[in-house]
């Protein structure tokens, strides 16, 4: 599985950005397709996630009811919408895709992804 990640940039605080993840080259299983955010030294952070076929969201507490993960399963492509941006918003966001099912509390965890994109930087500044 290949991901393709674009859609980042600089914005200000309080501003929106929608970035999207393009999968393909996929053969089999396709369970889940997540975001995660790293910044330089730390570890790398779960956003969000939606499965493929129930389209079941998750979301990590400090992006609720900011962000939201949607998907095209036509088009294989997932986005996520980011809201009333802040400046601890900035990091570089990646796309991942899980083959296989994973339980709820999973979701978080990079190690339930078996496939990552390269990512794209989201700065958010004044």
């Known amino acids: 599985v290949q991901l393709q990640a674009s859609g980042g940039g600089l914005v200000q605080p309080g501003d929106s950005l929608k970035v999207s993840c393009v999968a393909s080259?996929?053969?089999?299983?396709?369970?889940?397709m997540g975001w995660f955010r790293q910044v330089p030294g730390k570890e790398r952070e779960f956003v969000a996630a939606?499965?493929?076929?129930?389209?079941?969201?998750y979301y990590a507490d400090s992006v609720k009811g900011r962000f939201t993960i949607s998907k095209d399963n036509a088009k294989k492509t997932v986005y996520l919408q980011m809201n009333d941006l802040k400046t601890e918003d900035t990091a570089v966001y990646f796309c991942?895709?899980?083959?296989?099912?994973?339980?709820?509390?999973?979701?978080?965890?990079?190690?339930?992804?078996?496939?990552w994109g390269q990512g794209t930087q989201v700065t958010v500044s004044s």
């Open positions: 080259g996929w053969n089999y299983g396709r369970y889940a």
């Open positions: 991942a895709h899980a083959n296989s099912p994973y339980p709820p509390a999973a979701a978080g965890s990079w190690t339930a992804y078996d496939h």
């Open positions: 939606v499965t493929w076929s129930a389209g079941t969201t």
